[in-house]
């Protein structure tokens, strides 16, 4: 970008320069050269910026700088008289060859200088196309040129050159103060000339600016996703493997309360919530958690209905042996859809409680009328059914109707009303991020 403004500003001078020459010397100032003079100059910026940041080694390559030097060869002998002549015009275009390889030196630090025989061939194609137009069109180079007053203004035709010198000129300064200072001006010119573009992620308040590149590599992925949740799946780095230890968070590391327990967010191993109370028999959980779980059950037993705590709280050690058991049954692939790796479980927070019609039985839950009713009233007490159905790729958990999480009424009713399914979306929509 930092090129077509500084080439821009290059031909503006370059053509007030010619218009000034014109009218100080009385010359009809042609606006068709004009306009045709322009058009080829900012071209010629194209060619510059395409051709100066790559090396050029591959035919299907080579065979593009032949087909972008094909207009050069064209356009030359039709605007400018100098260039009438085919060596003139090879000569012209060897040396901005020549002017190309050193910038690529110094922008790459390497260069392959073979391309200039594409480039001279491309302008003997283009050099033949012309021969051929100003036999078809007769007049087209006529109204083209700048008509001269006998041998007086000899330098008139001289614009393509000073254009072309002040631009290589130009860029040649921006490369060597790049290289002097060590700063990449037109990389950064370039990236805030991208960031200024409106990017549709900015317009969601909880799009993080450092996540953009990612949520577009999720959405090709998924591309019927709707653009908030590529967003606060992938603020809540669904688009890494799980346990991946390079997004995995101390969720405890200011609370002894955290809110968001997941394959992402751990407790440290000598976690040790809020004060813990007796919830039911041996269980153990927060005071809230069994204040809540309380009145739901006396509400569950008016409508006939009764259920147990399975298991509440468990400490870190605890989930370690339990989680060791398991893999000498199953696959650790297998395990982590049902079992939590010591630390990563949300029975560490004491809020989290497995629960069953059936004492002692979480797998008869699942279709009971119980499980129905919990289901669907939960929210009311402040309890959400953390492993959903359809969500495993989310909580990375199979779905589990018997564990249910105390999280308080005013997220559960939120989440209820809002039809958030998990806890990391919620926790991305209201609580990472405050809706402005
Ligand atoms: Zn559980």
New binding site residues.
Partial sequence: MLYYILGILAITAVHLILFMKCYERGIRYNRKHTIASVLFSIYMIFVIDYLQARVVDKLSEFFVVTLIFIPIGIIMPLIYRRFRYFVINVLFVGLFDICIVILQGLNLGEFMPVFIVFTLFGVLIGFVVSKFIRITFKDLRKSLIIKKLKKRVVFLSMEAEILVVSLLVLFFSVEIIEKVSGNNYVEKFDEKFEKTEVNKYSKIYFAEKDNYERYEAYAKIYPDMEDEEVVWRVNSNLDQYFYDSEYVNLADKNTDDPLLINKFNRVAEDFEPVKLITIEETYQSTKETSKAYKKMKSDMKKLNMNIYVV?AYRSVEYQKNLYNNYLKADSREDVDTYSARPGY???HTGR???ISHIKGNINAFEGSEEAKWVYANCHKYGFIV?YKENQTDVTGYMY?P??ITYVGTEISETMHKENIETLEEYVERYVNHKNK
């Fill in positions: 298991s479980s949300e029975h989290a409680l497995d953390r589990e018997w564990h």
